[in-house]
């Protein structure tokens, strides 16, 4: 299990250089306006959204797991405290597919629970506002926003 903190950023390109620096590691995975981090130590998938109209820099924050079973214990813990705001199944997101749980937090921001079943499907779809995601809550948001 590792932490996953989304940023919005204003230059990719800016982002990553800074990123692969602090944290002495290339992306794992790098497309337009978008990049993620795969760090060992500490434990962290850091992912950056090229997002320069946000009004907020967390995107979202997560919990990646590696088994199935740990989303599914996430939804059975979340579920009955009322805490699930929605739960995804072979989503495309982020350029990769998951199983996911979402839950959103008093104060607005969104966390998941997730597992990455594919990190490279064959087609991923690209919104018009060049967004990697099947579907975005709001127009000009990043993906997973």
């Not at 199935?68 to 059975?76: H, I, P, R, S």
């Not at 579920?79 to 699930?84: E, I, N, Q, T, W």
């Not at 998951?98 to 991923?124: C, F, H, M």
Request: charged share 25%.
């Amino acid at each position: 299990m590792r932490l996953q903190l989304a940023l919005n950023v204003r230059n990719i390109e800016e982002a990553v250089t800074y990123y692969s620096q602090l944290f002495g590691v290339q992306p794992h995975k790098r497309r337009p306006g978008y990049a993620n981090f795969a760090i060992e130590k500490p434990p962290l998938k850091l992912v950056l959204f090229e997002n320069p109209g946000a009004s907020e820099r967390i995107n979202h924050l997560g919990v990646e797991v590696f088994e199935q079973e740990e989303v599914e214990a996430a939804f059975e813990r979340l579920d009955p405290a009322g805490l699930v705001e929605s739960v995804e199944h072979d989503t495309i997101c982020c350029y990769a597919t998951q199983n996911k749980v979402w839950s959103r937090e008093p104060q607005g921001l969104r966390w998941e629970w997730y597992r990455i079943t594919d990190d490279a499907p064959e087609s991923v779809p690209v919104t018009a506002e060049g967004t990697c995601c099947s579907e975005v809550s709001e127009p000009g948001k990043a993906c997973c926003s």
